[in-house]
């Protein structure tokens, strides 16, 4: 069976992801406190749409500015060239693995969460791991113009 475009991609940037994923075992196996959800939620749900995020060891930002910094990082090195199509695979991964573990997204609107999606997608699509971890270097860091 032949890989849809970007398939191959996405698969060897989830497989690096896993690969750093911390041990199995429950919280209390590695000694860590269990999380207790949110109160009165069923099953911990928190209620939305999309997670609440806190994954990423990035500071507070708006959604303005993440879809910003990943924008202008996917689109390095295009010139006037056409923006190259996203695999629909690639944004689900973007929004899972990145955008909903930004700590900050609970409090995006919709059309910025959407707009970080589709930066992220592209950034993914464009540089791979290397594109999202580009990603996160600027947020801590800030020095796009």
Do not use: C, K
């Not at 429950?26 to 109160?39: H, L, T």
Request: hydrophobic fraction near 45%.
């Amino acid at each position: 069976m032949e890989d849809i475009t970007g398939e191959r991609e996405a698969r060897e940037l989830i497989a690096g992801w896993l690969a750093e994923e911390p041990a199995a075992g429950s919280a209390a196996d590695r000694g860590e406190p269990d999380d207790p959800g949110v109160p009165g939620a069923p099953d911990g749900a928190d209620g939305l749409d999309f997670p609440v995020g806190g994954g990423l060891a990035v500071p507070s930002a708006s959604g303005y500015e993440v879809a910003r910094a990943a924008r202008v990082l996917a689109v390095r090195g295009l010139g006037r060239t056409r923006l190259p199509l996203v695999p629909d695979g690639l944004r689900l991964v973007a929004e899972a693995l990145v955008v909903d573990e930004h700590p900050s997204v609970a409090t995006w609107t919709p059309l910025e969460r959407a707009e970080a999606v589709e930066w992220v997608a592209l950034l993914v699509h464009r540089f791979g791991e290397d594109g999202v971890q580009s990603l996160l270097a600027e947020l801590v860091n800030p020095s796009l113009p």
